[in-house]
């Protein structure tokens, strides 16, 4: 049994989503958002160091003292598993354990709108699930992968930094790579990955421009590829893309986009009113000739006026998903102005 196993056990018997290992410290948890301090004792820089070379691969101890970061997965002996983030902070090891649920929710469990359903049913192009770090998007992403491959006959690859769930083939082939185990980076997996045959790409995450670049060119040649970002916005996520581009090439991948893109999902956590836990609320843009035509011509500003002119079309604006959560009452009034873009404007239509 690895020093750091108790901790991780006492976190999953809390119901905690991440567990916090920083020397001079106690460990910590996080509990529906919220970081509590657990009453281990205070860990040391030595013992940190002992924790780390207990649940890290020989191979990424070496990546931690080249790169200054590590990542990696960890397994207890009762195989729950862990995506583990392990770094410096003055000169002593520290560690982010991110508990990985094994059973892949169904979407019907996920309370998304019915159009997230509809666009794991697309044949091809780009669909992005963004958000900040925590936000669900790798357990959204799992149950489209999920609901693809209890319909469809398709060849699905994934490239993950870690692999988080573990995804059993059923009518679908599935493979699973990780970055450093199975593949050199992203973007080495992406110049690979066209001639393994697949129908659908999963790429946990967009991180730099040769990746960006390859997941476009793979959706352009009529793969359904899934990504990542860490953006808040529809809007946002498509300049993050276009910006990651010298000014020169700008244009172009405008027009490449304005014809692979197929949505955006936008996702935050929301603290639950009617029982414990986190509902998602949600931004969801889809690729109407409208927003092709506004990323073609760099009229990006405006996406969000093609959302709120959408709505019986599935869009939907992260303030009208909070607005009709309040109203469903999972979550307050009080949370729902906390995460909102436009505070000022909504609180006025909820009911106090």
């Known amino acids: 049994m690895a020093a750091v196993d108790p901790v991780l056990e006492y976190a999953i018997k809390q119901n905690a989503s991440d567990i916090h290992l920083v020397a001079g410290h106690r460990p910590y948890i996080r509990l529906n958002t919220v970081i509590l301090e657990t009453q281990f004792p ?17 191979r990424k101890v070496t990546t931690l003292h080249e790169h200054l970061d590590a990542d ?20 002593s090891v520290a560690m982010a354990f991110r508990l990985i649920v094994d059973r892949v929710r169904p979407l019907e469990e996920l309370n ?31 149950a489209m992968i999920d609901a693809i491959n209890q319909r469809y006959d398709r060849h699905v690859i994934t490239l993950e930094d870690p692999i988080e769930y573990i995804l059993k083939s059923n009518k679908c082939l599935i493979e699973q790579r ?36 390859a997941a476009i060119t793979a959706a352009e040649t009529g793969h359904l590829v ?47 009113a009617d029982r414990k836990g986190m509902v998602p609320a949600v931004e969801i843009l889809l690729c109407n000739s409208a927003v092709r035509n506004l990323i073609r011509e760099n009229r990006i500003f405006e996406i969000p006026n093609v959302i709120e002119t959408n709505r019986a079309a599935g869009m939907t604006s992260l303030d009208t998903c909070l607005k009709q959560l309040v109203l469903n009452r999972l979550i307050t009034r009080d949370e729902a102005l906390e995460v909102a873009v436009f505070p000022d404007k909504l609180a006025p239509s909820l009911p106090r």
Do not use: W
């Open 178 to 213: 990780e970055v450093g185990a199975d593949v050199e980076s992203f973007a080495s997996g992406l110049r690979h990955v066209l001639r393994q045959d697949p129908d659908i790409i999963l790429v946990g995450e967009m991180r730099d421009l040769e990746t960006t670049g």
């Open 72 to 91: 990696f997965s960890y397994a207890l002996p009762s195989g729950v598993r862990f995506r583990v983030n392990a770094h410096m902070q003055r000169e």
């Open 226 to 272: 899934f990504s990542t970002l860490h953006t808040n916005s529809a809007s946002s996520t498509i300049q993050r893309i276009i910006d990651i581009y010298p000014a020169a090439q700008q244009g172009q991948i405008r027009s490449m986009l304005s014809n692979t893109l197929q949505a955006v999902i936008c996702q935050v956590l929301c603290q639950r």
């Open 42 to 58: 205070k860990l040391t820089p030595q013992i940190m160091m002992e924790m780390f070379k207990d649940v890290a691969p020989e």
């Open 112 to 142: 998304l709108p019915e159009v997230v359903h509809r666009l794991a049913q697309l044949p091809r192009g780009l669909v992005l699930v963004t958000g900040e770090t925590g936000s669900g998007k790798s357990t959204t992403l799992a």
